[in-house]
């Protein structure tokens, strides 16, 4: 009984710990009044935990701001050298590799383009992590111990088994044991997840979509992926996967898809797929630059614009669907295609998707672009071992 009542402290303490914790790294700066009011914590509670998370160097006092007609108020932050944490996006086009402090300030970076973006070679990229790992860690003067764990976004589904594989089926990969391999190069705790949910919880957490309950973010690059945040979290299907965006029909019988299917939205949208509508040469040495050459042709080009204006109304068509489908408040649009399109193309993929959704719906919500730029995958890969950090509450 007496043991019952000491686990029940214990969680509780722990709870209130967390709640802290969660509420000072989403928001980044807060009063103890703030904290309170944020958590629904007793002052005295938020003023105990403050002094022990303060004690053990996890937050810190970062100034003073005015408050009306009273005293200043002190402002409480996540202490950014107590510990870092990095994220590795593995792209169709490149690898990044990015180490961040605690208040998610980028430290250090590292990228690797693919020589040949149509494999991915797992050697190849493996390698690219090992070395983006120790570069970040070179050029941020940090060693192992001082960081909490990577997180890492990959192209595809992932199986959590009692091993990760990986299923990347136009990625090349075939139940890719991922962590095991990883193992081999780093002892760092190891999270993984699709790179489209890391972009999602970026943006939900820190950029276009913060303060959303039900959104839908959607990642561009050289294929189309998304994630569907429900109720304010990612949504997760049966299998760990959901919302593979980029393999719904939007051209029955239409073109071959890499996923082998017809008439995908990938087979239209994604920056491989536009660069083999347009079948122009190009010298540009990868698909990031190409785009970016489709698309300032199309002011001169009527090619160029077809191609482009094809791409909105695919896309809006597709977006109209998920309108249709899950009621979004805000659909935003990312991924290094993504942000390079919606640029040029923002306002005719709204009105794309406005003629193919309900008028409820569609007005019900806000197409908006990324505001993290294409870095998001790896800020959200980070935010993984974030998230395990701040629910063990900091310990
Ligand atoms: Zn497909």
């Known amino acids: 009984m007496r043991d019952r009542k000491r686990g029940t402290v214990r969680d509780l303490r722990r709870g209130n710990r967390a709640a802290v914790l969660w509420s000072l790294y989403l928001s980044q700066a807060r009063s103890r009044q703030e904290l ?18 303060i004690d053990e160097g996890i937050i810190i006092e970062t100034g003073l701001a005015e408050s009306d007609g009273g005293r200043p108020r002190t402002m409480l932050g996540m202490n950014p050298e107590y510990g870092h944490v990095i994220g590795v996006d593995v792209g169709e086009t490149r690898t990044r590799v990015e ?7 980028e430290r250090a970076k590292a990228e690797y383009t693919l020589d040949r973006p149509a494999e991915h070679d797992v050697g190849v990229v493996l390698g690219q992590i090992a070395s983006g790992l120790a570069a970040v860690l070179a050029d941020s003067d940090l060693d192992e111990h001082a960081i909490l764990g990577v997180g890492v976004g990959v192209p595809g589904i ?29 002892g760092l705790p190891l999270r993984f997840d699709n790179g489209a949910k890391t972009m999602g919880q970026a943006e939900l957490w820190f950029g276009a979509g913060r303060g959303a309950r039900n959104a839908v973010m959607i990642l561009i690059g050289s294929g189309v992926g998304a994630s569907l945040i429900s109720g304010g979290s990612t949504y997760q299907g049966a299998t760990s996967s959901a919302a593979e965006f980029g393999h719904i029909a939007v051209a029955v019988g239409g073109r071959k898809c890499r996923c082998g299917a017809a008439g995908c939205l990938e087979a239209y949208v994604g920056a491989a797929a536009i660069l083999d509508r347009y079948g122009q040469p190009t010298a540009a040495t990868d698909q990031e630059l190409a785009l970016a050459e489709l698309i300032d042709a199309a002011s001169t080009s009527p090619h ?22 899950f009621n979004p408040e805000r659909v935003i649009l990312g991924g ?32 908006v672009l990324g505001e993290l730029g294409p870095g998001a995958v790896a800020l959200g890969a980070a935010t993984l071992p974030m998230e395990t950090f701040l629910n063990s509450s900091g310990q």
């Open 36 to 53: 309170s009011a944020a958590t629904g914590l007793s002052a005295a509670s938020v003023t105990n935990v403050v002094r022990e998370l």
């Open 158 to 186: 992932i199986e959590r088994r009692s091993e990760v594989l990986v299923h990347g089926q136009t990625y090349g990969w075939d139940a890719v044991p991922l962590g095991t391999l990883l193992r081999a190069h780093t």
């Open 336 to 367: 290094w295609a993504g942000l390079q399109l919606g640029a040029r193309l923002l306002p005719d993929i709204r009105e794309s998707a406005r003629q193919h959704s309900l008028h409820h719906l569609y007005a019900a919500t806000s197409i």
């Open 99 to 105: 180490l961040f402090d605690l208040t998610m300030t």
């Open 304 to 325: 160029a614009a077809g191609i482009l204006d094809d791409t909105a109304r695919y896309l809006g068509a597709g977006i109209g669907t998920l309108i249709n489908l």
